[in-house]
């Protein structure tokens, strides 16, 4: 008898009771992306006041009160150099600013993260920036957080996805720790890291960021990291500047893109070895202090002068040039450090230089010009957007800062192929889409796509027959369904049985149906193509008979069916007319 599976019950979603199981290991993985961000701000902290003012203290170094000496080339190198020390000696996973390596560990790394990272990354980190890397805190929490969450689920039974969903978990839970942003770190896992639109993943991730937020006001206090409420009142004029400042926060982006990635291709030409390239890259970031020290460190004391107009237009031009800079040269050596505070910093500063020329003043633009940056050059619009919104707690700014954001992610797409997150993956020769659409499979059954008119064998046929049949000309397929006098399905005649039978001799009177295996794969009409498919990969078939509830052959589908609706998804995608237009007629007719 064929086997058969009885179709799934069809519904929007695949969850099952499972997600119950994820969703309460995220609870318990939350608390570790807060307890992770509490700790990766606190190193930070330590190792600046070690280096900048001989003390052991976790309070906030403001760079700007650092007096300029031989000591602030000398520290970032110094740094770098012990950063070079630890990926070469101890995993090279650390260097970069941490959602590559993320991306990279969900794409082709099973979800798999090493104990190592989780200790060597923020450690790494912290001495980068601690030591005056012009970096964020963002990078480096979402590996951390990410590598919690991986080694987590790796102590019980999960497959590669569930590990994925834990580990996105973990860099959410993180992010929202360090930030207070719960709703931007939920988008951003959608947008960057998910890679997939499940409930299965996202109900588990919301409960690992709501988790984090209910932990972080014990360790780090509660309210906007950066309170601020100078926006200007929602008319035509406001979002059309918006996009205006939106599209020239894209240009930027795309400029400091190419940038980066020249001063990297710069770096692989030098004749030393990888290791000594952050020790280099420290000595331009000492240099840059030099001229502006608030370009050194997190920079989050600069993101709340921006944000309150504090920044004279001069202080801002010079802030931008240098940060970006130094940030460049910094990130493109390989150090430890993440990229989004440096990202809010640059696009601030741009966004405070054009708030002296539009209504509104320095602070407002500077908003925009921040949500806009980190929009297009992440390529994650509602995750910039919400970001600012909830950073600052001004979500009357939200359609603005949506505008912006939505502007500068249209020019960077346009302007470049990979983004700042996927062109180092690219150059490691793994390519990702970031484009999220239904699977044409899923949304199809199968009798939309099988034939109906079938060639078939008879049962009573002889296995002698069935030799002649393949070996004649008249065997147009490699397998035939094989079916009783009630058209019933018995089983699949394929070439590899017949060439089997050859070899064994002749079998006299020995009918086709007696000599096939009854275990053979069938469908039902009623099912997802999807569904099919899968069963089909398990079983290696190119084939499958589709029989109706009493096992009769209503149908069959091919491989070249399937290829037929990739075929009509495509058709979908580029095939333009008219509608309400007369059909253009071909040229020469």
Request: hydrophobic content about 50%; overall charge neutral.
């Given at each position: 008898?064929?086997?058969?599976?009885?179709?799934?019950?069809?519904?929007?979603?695949?969850?099952?009771?499972?997600?119950?199981?994820?969703?309460?290991?995220?609870?318990?993985?939350?608390?570790?992306?807060?307890?992770?961000?509490?700790?990766?701000?606190?190193?930070?902290?330590?190792?600046?006041?070690?280096?900048?003012?001989?003390?052991?203290?976790?309070?906030?170094?403001?760079?700007?009160?650092?007096?300029?000496?031989?000591?602030?080339?000398?520290?970032?190198?110094?740094?770098?150099?012990?950063?070079?020390?630890?990926?070469?000696?101890?995993?090279?996973?650390?260097?970069?600013?941490?959602?590559?390596?993320?991306?990279?560990?969900?794409?082709?790394?099973?979800?798999?993260?090493?104990?190592?990272?989780a200790l060597l990354k923020p450690l790494s980190s912290a001495i980068a920036i601690g030591s005056g890397g012009p970096f964020g805190a963002e990078g480096p929490i979402i590996m951390t957080g990410g590598a919690l969450g991986s080694l987590f689920a790796q102590l019980f039974h999960l497959s590669s996805a569930e590990r994925k969903t834990l580990l996105v978990a973990g860099a959410a839970a993180?992010?929202?720790?360090?930030?207070?942003?719960?709703?931007?770190?939920?988008?951003?896992?959608?947008?960057?890291?998910?890679?997939?639109?499940?409930?299965?993943?996202?109900?588990?991730?919301?409960?690992?960021?709501?988790?984090?937020?209910?932990?972080?006001?014990?360790?780090?206090?509660?309210?906007?990291?950066?309170?601020?409420?100078?926006?200007?009142?929602?008319?035509?004029?406001?979002?059309?500047?918006?996009?205006?400042?939106?599209?020239?926060?894209?240009?930027?982006?795309?400029?400091?893109?190419?940038?980066?990635?020249?001063?990297?291709?710069?770096?692989?030409?030098?004749?030393?070895?990888?290791?000594?390239?952050?020790?280099?890259?420290?000595?331009?970031?000492?240099?840059?202090?030099?001229?502006?020290?608030?370009?050194?460190?997190?920079?989050?004391?600069?993101?709340?002068?921006?944000?309150?107009?504090?920044?004279?237009?001069?202080?801002?031009?010079?802030?931008?040039?240098?940060?970006?800079?130094?940030?460049?040269?910094?990130?493109?050596?390989?150090?430890?450090?993440?990229?989004?505070?440096?990202?809010?910093?640059?696009?601030?500063?741009?966004?405070?230089?054009?708030?002296?020329?539009?209504?509104?003043?320095?602070?407002?633009?500077?908003?925009?010009?921040?949500?806009?940056?980190?929009?297009?050059?992440?390529?994650?619009?509602?995750?910039?957007?919400?970001?600012?919104?909830?950073?600052?707690?001004?979500?009357?700014?939200?359609?603005?800062?949506?505008?912006?954001?939505?502007?500068?992610?249209?020019?960077?797409?346009?302007?470049?192929?990979?983004?700042?997150?996927?062109?180092?993956?690219?150059?490691?020769?793994?390519?990702?889409?970031?484009?999220?659409?239904?699977?044409?499979?899923?949304?199809?059954?199968?009798?939309?796509?099988?034939?109906?008119?079938?060639?078939?064998?008879?049962?009573?046929?002889?296995?002698?027959?069935?030799?002649?049949?393949?070996?004649?000309?008249?065997?147009?397929?490699?397998?035939?369904?094989?079916?009783?006098?009630?058209?019933?399905?018995?089983?699949?005649?394929?070439?590899?049985?017949?060439?089997?039978?050859?070899?064994?001799?002749?079998?006299?009177?020995?009918?086709?149906?007696?000599?096939?295996?009854?275990?053979?794969?069938?469908?039902?009409?009623?099912?997802?193509?999807?569904?099919?498919?899968?069963?089909?990969?398990?079983?290696?078939?190119?084939?499958?008979?589709?029989?109706?509830?009493?096992?009769?052959?209503?149908?069959?589908?091919?491989?070249?069916?399937?290829?037929?609706?990739?075929?009509?998804?495509?058709?979908?995608?580029?095939?333009?007319?008219?509608?309400?237009?007369?059909?253009?007629?071909?040229?020469?007719?």
């Amino acid at each position: 008898m064929p086997e058969t599976h009885s179709a799934r019950p069809l519904g929007d979603f695949t969850a099952d009771r499972r997600i119950l199981l994820l969703t309460a290991m995220a609870l318990v993985v939350g608390v570790g992306g807060a307890l992770g961000a509490w700790v990766l701000l606190k190193l930070i902290a330590l190792t600046s006041n070690l280096v900048w003012r001989g003390q052991i203290d976790t309070r906030p170094v403001d760079f700007t009160r650092i007096h300029p000496s031989l000591w602030m080339v000398l520290a970032p190198a110094l740094g770098g150099l012990i950063i070079g020390f630890m990926a070469r000696f101890g995993s090279e996973k650390i260097r970069g600013h941490g959602i590559p390596e993320a991306i990279e560990a969900i794409l082709i790394g099973g979800s798999r993260m090493s104990p190592k990272v989780a200790l060597l990354k923020p450690l790494s980190s912290a001495i980068a920036i601690g030591s005056g890397g012009p970096f964020g805190a963002e990078g480096p929490i979402i590996m951390t957080g990410g590598a919690l969450g991986s080694l987590f689920a790796q102590l019980f039974h999960l497959s590669s996805a569930e590990r994925k969903t834990l580990l996105v978990a973990g860099a959410a839970a993180g992010m929202t720790g360090v930030f207070g942003t719960p709703i931007a770190a939920v988008l951003l896992a959608v947008e960057l890291l998910l890679f997939e639109w499940k409930p299965r993943s996202f109900l588990p991730v919301t409960a690992a960021v709501m988790m984090s937020t209910a932990v972080r006001p014990l360790l780090l206090g509660s309210g906007p990291l950066f309170p601020f409420s100078g926006g200007l009142e929602m008319s035509a004029t406001t979002l059309l500047l918006c996009v205006v400042a939106g599209i020239v926060a894209g240009l930027q982006s795309g400029l400091l893109t190419r940038l980066l990635y020249a001063a990297e291709d710069g770096f692989t030409r030098l004749p030393v070895h990888w290791m000594w390239w952050p020790a280099i890259g420290g000595v331009v970031v000492g240099l840059g202090g030099l001229i502006d020290p608030s370009a050194l460190g997190v920079g989050y004391n600069i993101i709340a002068d921006l944000l309150h107009g504090q920044l004279p237009m001069g202080e801002a031009e010079r802030l931008l040039l240098v940060k970006a800079a130094i940030w460049i040269v910094a990130l493109a050596s390989g150090t430890s450090g993440g990229v989004l505070a440096p990202l809010m910093i640059l696009g601030g500063a741009l966004g405070a230089i054009e708030g002296h020329f539009l209504t509104g003043g320095p602070a407002f633009w500077a908003l925009i010009g921040m949500s806009a940056m980190m929009s297009g050059t992440m390529r994650a619009p509602l995750t910039g957007a919400m970001f600012a919104a909830e950073l600052t707690g001004d979500f009357h700014a939200l359609p603005a800062l949506f505008a912006a954001g939505a502007a500068a992610y249209a020019v960077t797409v346009l302007l470049l192929k990979r983004s700042i997150l996927t062109e180092k993956i690219a150059r490691r020769g793994l390519h990702i889409t970031r484009e999220y659409s239904t699977d044409p499979f899923q949304l199809m059954l199968v009798h939309e796509v099988m034939i109906r008119e079938v060639d078939t064998l008879p049962a009573d046929m002889r296995v002698d027959e069935a030799v002649a049949f393949f070996t004649g000309p008249d065997a147009r397929h490699r397998s035939y369904p094989v079916v009783d006098e009630a058209s019933v399905v018995v089983g699949m005649a394929h070439r590899a049985e017949v060439l089997r039978w050859m070899s064994e001799g002749p079998h006299g009177a020995q009918a086709l149906g007696d000599a096939l295996p009854d275990n053979i794969l069938s469908g039902r009409p009623d099912e997802t193509v999807a569904h099919l498919v899968d069963r089909m990969i398990e079983r290696d078939l190119g084939r499958v008979p589709i029989v109706d509830a009493a096992e009769r052959l209503v149908g069959l589908v091919a491989r070249k069916d399937l290829l037929r609706v990739h075929a009509r998804q495509r058709a979908q995608e580029s095939d333009r007319e008219g509608v309400f237009l007369p059909r253009r007629r071909p040229a020469g007719a």
